[in-house]
């Protein structure tokens, strides 16, 4: 478990120089109001798909293969829609990190505070369902405001991103823990605390079963919201966040605990968690990171790759 950044003055080494340089020049753009740095944002995610042929692939593909009841007219605008979105997550990490509480409180709404502090008064963990939506950085800055809690993370290769990281995941919150370290989540669980859990990429085969995922009938999938919940003895509730539609802030929803979670059948509970997840994501699927290759691992090794 991760509850402080670490610094050393390894970190200043030469080889770091250019990307402090870069980092200083981003910590700058926080002072600016964000409806400029929305602008700023939407601009780069124009120049970024213009640049970045394999991600535009990607995302395209991904949008053949989860709306094919779309025409190929609107989830071409939806692609661009979601590269200008995708700059605008540039900022919406940048505020998250290194915004003040009381600017965060400016530009925050958030809904559903009692499923979690109910949760928490009957002695059963919580573990916020989440997906990778673009401001999700923003969403657990502003979740923190009111109840710290424990963020699951993969470390960075890079020292000095890994340092930022960590010091911008604890600005309003607990602690970190690895995206591996099952131990250290169950026992925050039962503390019990709040700890934030995705299931909405492709892990691998490994620990996956292939279930659907919007139009896809074989998604990889991976069931850990069953093993957190029981080992846990925690409570499974929904959250969502989303960046206003007038750019000049953001809300987050969290949900009632689901009822009967987990139940008896882990591929039952995956499925259930899919369509959660669908659901999330249809609120504004212009933020969803559809560069992700969701897809990737098939269900037998010599299934032909849908990308």
């Known amino acids: 478990m991760v509850e402080k950044a670490q610094f050393s003055t390894h970190l200043y080494h030469p080889k770091y120089w250019l990307l402090w340089f870069g980092i200083g020049l981003m910590r700058l753009t926080q002072l600016l109001p964000l409806w400029l740095q929305m602008k700023l944002g939407s601009l780069i995610g124009r120049l970024a798909k213009a640049a970045m042929g394999s991600r535009v692939n990607t995302a395209k593909r991904n949008l053949e293969l989860c709306f094919p009841e779309m025409s190929a007219s609107e989830r071409q605008d939806l692609l661009k829609l979601n590269f200008k979105e995708t700059g605008k997550a540039i900022f919406d990490t940048i505020n998250a990190w290194w915004w003040s509480d009381a600017k965060v409180q400016k530009h925050m709404t958030i809904t559903g505070q009692e499923h979690v502090e109910n949760t928490l008064d009957d002695g059963h963990g919580v573990i916020l369902f989440a997906v990778h939506c673009l401001p999700l950085e923003m969403g657990a800055r502003i979740f923190g405001q009111f109840q710290p809690g424990v963020g699951v993370y993969r470390p960075h290769n890079n020292p000095v991103l890994e340092y930022l990281q960590v010091r911008g995941r604890l600005r309003s919150n607990k602690a970190l823990v690895s995206k591996r370290d099952l131990r250290k989540m169950v026992r925050c669980l039962r503390n019990p605390d709040v700890i934030w859990y995705t299931a909405d990429q492709d892990f691998g085969r490994s620990s996956a079963t292939f279930i659907p995922f ?23 509730l929904p959250f969502s966040v989303v960046r206003n539609a007038d750019d000049k802030g953001y809300t987050i929803e969290i949900m009632p605990a689901l009822d009967d979670f987990p139940g008896e059948n882990e591929v039952v509970d995956a499925k259930r968690g899919n369509k959660i997840i669908e659901g999330i994501i249809n609120r504004c699927p212009s933020q969803y990171m559809w560069l992700h290759r969701r897809f990737k691992t098939r269900p037998h090794k010599d299934d032909p790759s849908v990308y």
């Open 214 to 236: 919007f139009a896809m009938q074989e998604a990889a999938t991976i069931t850990g919201a069953t093993t957190l919940a029981r080992l846990g003895k925690a409570k499974v």
